[in-house]
């Protein structure tokens, strides 16, 4: 075993470090399922599962069975095929809106918390006003205004996805900023960017993961509910829109099955959101282990 | 203690006000954009059905439309435009609706109450049902019960607001008929000061309540058990056990008001959120609030009245975000103070 570890090193420790704790843990595993999950659908899951096309008028708003796993829409046409055509949508826009978000909250924040003084002080105002914005109205009227692309999209999530970070990265690195270690790379004579990305940076990693997968969960609730209540979708299959059309076309909730299927499709989009947020919670755990408290 | 500091509204006032007119200027900027960027086809129809109507050239009645329904100066320079457009708007010039065809107020002035009237109630209930939900998984740390609380707060502060509106929907409305989930009252009882009237407002106002209900007060169960959990390890808590105060007032006064009372800016930090969210869960269960308007409004393309109940949406934050800001002081003391030295 310990001859195995050393030729190994790097690896195994990486695999004892941060894989087995986060398999170990229930909730770590089945987040890291759904990612899998997720990441399948959108990149080989629609080569995999044709869209279904066909009308078929006798199978509207059919109940899941074998040969239909998820049941049928409106339409009569197979849901499992629209869910899977439409993730690379709805995974792939609130992913970008993230980095952006991360990147540009991290900037800020580091910034901001590094410099300390007025810098702080401005960036809480700044976020103090942001935060009072009803985001969810501005991303939704721009969204139907604005010339139409993914890239815009994002952007416009991304507006409102760094204020918070930005705000609690500040105050964390203002705090290690007077640590003892910190001053002794001053005392040094390292320079500012080197004590910020190498020294403090690695302290803020596992708070700005947990922040990474927050914001992509909101992100694609944001980006799901504006399409939901009618912005124009990019591809047809967006949930949001599949959601638009079973509730407000064609009143699926006054229907038996058909709120059986809108149900099962908001499930679809609760249980992944789940799996975010559980592997993010593993994560931080691993990261942090006094947060390790049901063993 | 002298006046100043039981009365610290000044300065906080002060520091508002600045914000709220920053907020105010990004919010009709974002309204400006949006009805300078209505598509051609939207301002056409309004144009030429004008000029027929008035008998007027074309340009003219785009002159117009811009002008009356938005408050829009077209052949002005685009900086000059904007700055009347919004002091248009900070005079109550909300604009036009072309589809109610009247002044955007009259729908405001019918939505704005529904809107505060369901928000009111669904933030106070989350707020107390969240903070006693974390107070017992707070005290009951590291417990099995206080796992299956925490665990059930994570798994509904996960969900989306509109899944949760969806799921009471499909739930207590389609499925067992309990709630209804269309309007504000019955078409059938007469809106007046009456019992039944009261009753069933408050029959219609259930379903999108404890939507509201259900989607926060998970996040402040979290909250206040983290909070509990961390004052519970604290020194003076153990000297006021050891002095043998009351375990109630220990529970109300030491423990309760200190979990609390790093929660209330936060409220008024989730307030904008909030009403902006109310927009999906109105919409779904036709309750016509300001959200519902603002969904109708993009349907018809109807852009007068979506910058004008954007722009109240806005102002509704900001005073929910003042109120919550001047409450603050007679609620925690180290605020008073600090606002009474700075």
Request: proline share 5%; glycine share 8%; aromatic share 12%.
């Amino acid at each position: 075993m310990s001859s195995g570890a050393q030729t190994k090193s790097g690896l195994y420790l990486f695999y004892l470090d941060f894989v087995k704790p986060v398999l170990r843990s229930g909730r770590g595993l089945f987040g890291l399922i759904m990612i899998a999950i997720m990441i399948l659908m959108a990149t080989v899951g629609p080569s995999l599962i044709p869209l279904d096309t066909k009308l078929k008028p006798s199978m509207r708003w059919c109940l899941p069975s074998l040969e239909h796993p998820l049941g049928c829409d409106y339409m009569g046409r197979d849901l499992l095929s629209m869910v899977v055509h439409g993730s690379r949508e709805v995974f792939l826009i609130p992913f970008i809106a993230t980095i952006i978000g991360i990147i540009g909250g991290m900037s800020v924040g580091l910034f901001a918390g590094y410099v300390g003084g007025v810098a702080r002080r401005a960036l809480t105002a700044v976020t103090d006003v942001w935060l009072t914005i009803p985001s969810f109205p501005v991303i939704f009227i721009l969204a139907y205004v604005l010339p139409k692309s993914p890239l815009t999209i994002a952007v416009l999530l991304a507006l409102f996805s760094w204020p918070g970070l930005a705000r609690a990265l500040a105050a964390e690195v203002s705090s290690l900023k007077t640590r003892d270690f910190v001053e002794a790379c001053i005392n040094l004579g390292l320079s500012k960017l080197y004590i910020l990305f190498r020294e403090i940076g690695p302290h803020l990693l596992p708070f700005v993961t947990y922040n990474f997968a927050t914001l992509f969960v909101a992100n694609m609730s944001s980006l799901i509910g504006i399409v939901l209540l009618g912005v124009a979708p990019l591809n047809p299959t967006n949930w949001g829109y599949l959601l638009n059309q079973m509730i407000f076309t064609y009143k699926g909730l006054l229907i038996p099955n058909g709120s059986v299927i809108v149900f099962l499709m908001i499930s679809i989009l609760v249980v992944i959101k789940l799996g975010v947020v559980f592997f993010a919670q593993a994560l931080e755990e691993v990261f942090n282990p006094r947060l390790r408290t049901y063993e | 203690m002298d006046l100043k500091a039981l009365f610290p509204f000044g300065k906080i006032l002060g520091k508002r006000l600045v914000y709220a007119l920053i907020t105010i200027m990004i919010a009709s900027t974002v309204t400006f954009i949006a009805i300078r960027s209505m598509p051609g086809d939207v301002l056409y129809t309004l144009a030429a059905s004008l000029a027929e109507e008035l008998r007027i050239p074309f340009e003219e009645a785009r002159k117009i439309v811009y002008s009356i329904y938005y408050g829009i100066e077209i052949e002005k320079p685009i900086y000059v435009q904007y700055f009347e457009y919004v002091l248009g708007l900070l005079r109550g010039n909300l604009g036009y609706s072309t589809y109610f065809k009247r002044p955007v107020t009259y729908v405001v002035a019918r939505a704005l109450g529904w809107t505060v009237f369901t928000l009111s109630i669904g933030v106070s209930l989350s707020f107390v049902i969240g903070v006693l939900a974390g107070m017992v998984a707070g005290f009951k740390r590291g417990s099995k019960s206080d796992f299956i609380m925490s665990s059930t707060f994570t798994v509904i502060s996960a969900i989306p607001g509109y899944a949760i509106a969806l799921f009471l929907y499909i739930i207590l409305s389609a499925r067992l008929g309990l709630l209804p989930a269309r309007g504000a009252y019955s078409p059938d009882v007469e809106p007046g000061f009456n019992l039944r009237f009261i009753a069933d407002v408050l029959y219609h106002a259930a379903l999108p309540i404890l939507t509201y209900v259900v989607t926060t007060f998970s996040g402040w169960a979290l909250l206040i058990r983290s909070n509990v959990a961390k004052i519970l390890e604290e020194d003076f808590l153990k000297y006021a056990e050891a002095r043998g105060i009351s375990r109630r007032r220990i529970i109300t006064t030491y423990v309760g008001r200190n979990s609390i009372l790093p929660l209330i800016p936060l409220l008024a930090l989730r307030i904008g959120g909030m009403i902006g969210g109310s927009t999906l869960i109105e919409t779904i269960f036709a309750y016509p609030g300001m959200g519902y308007y603002l969904s109708i409004a993009l349907s018809i393309r109807d852009y007068g009245l979506l910058q004008g109940i954007f722009f109240m949406m806005t102002v509704a934050t900001i005073i929910g975000v003042i109120i919550v800001d001047m409450v603050t002081p007679f609620i925690d003391p180290r605020v008073r103070r600090e606002v009474a030295v700075a």
